[in-house]
Nanobody, 125 residues
Framework: QVQLVESGGGLVQAGGSLRLSCAAS????????MGWFRQAPGKEREFVAA????????YYADSVKDRFTISRDNAKNTVYLQMNSLKPEDTAVYYC??????????????????WGQGTQVTVSS
């Protein structure tokens, strides 16, 4: 079992920054890939970013590329999502997820095995 707890969400003005954290417990953190997804009101949950266990490979949705950075600290069992130049359309509940198949950076929700409860990010215009 893996438990994931997100934090760091909040209200920020457009152009601002936030850093989300996802603390993992349970299985050996360094052995699985991690992803961030988000769900805006009235929309389906969508992929944001993913990182392999080695942290050497990352992948981003086009909508956040060059603005968001995913990283991980295996010693702290934590994955981060640094969000810069935030836009109102980034407003959503953000979820972290763990993929026990650690060799990929999947964009597909069904390939993730464990999910956190989500943290709200609201960007005002």
């Amino acid at each position: 079992q893996v438990q994931l707890v997100e934090s760091g969400g909040g209200l920020v003005q457009a152009g601002g920054s936030l850093r989300l954290s996802c603390a993992a417990s349970g299985r050996t953190f360094s052995r699985y890939a991690m992803g961030w997804f988000r769900q805006a009101p009235g929309k389906e949950r969508e992929f944001v970013a993913a990182i392999r266990w080695s942290a050497g490979h990352t992948y981003y949705a086009d909508s956040v590329k060059d603005r968001f950075t995913i990283s991980r600290d295996n010693a702290k069992n934590t994955v981060y999502l640094q969000m810069n130049s935030l836009k109102p359309e980034d407003t959503a509940v953000y979820y972290c997820a763990a993929d026990l198949t650690d060799w990929r950076t999947s964009t597909k929700q069904y390939e993730y095995d464990y999910w956190g409860q989500g943290t709200q990010v609201t960007v005002s215009s």
